[in-house]
């Protein structure tokens, strides 16, 4: 595998949550930055060093309400 896609959204409560699309990986941080090292951090402990993605993307999706 060359490369793993997680969806990252806002969390209701504040920070932020990651799920990785077709693994059973997820992980939350208060921060972008603490997010990044915490997908990266899951990642590794997901796989094996030979099974391991070579490449972690990160799709934000972002809502925003705007009043009319």
């Avoid at 990044?36 to 799709?59: G, I, N, T, Y």
Wanted: charged fraction near 30%; proline fraction near 4%.
């Amino acid at each position: 595998m060359s490369e793993i896609i997680f969806q990252v959204e806002e969390a209701p409560e504040g920070g932020f949550v990651a799920n990785a699309l077709g693994h059973a990986i997820h992980t939350e941080a208060d921060t972008m930055e603490d997010l990044r090292s915490m997908v990266l951090d899951a990642v590794r402990c997901h796989f094996d060093e030979d099974e391991r993605p070579k490449l972690v993307r990160l799709h934000v999706v972002r809502d925003e309400v705007l009043p009319v």
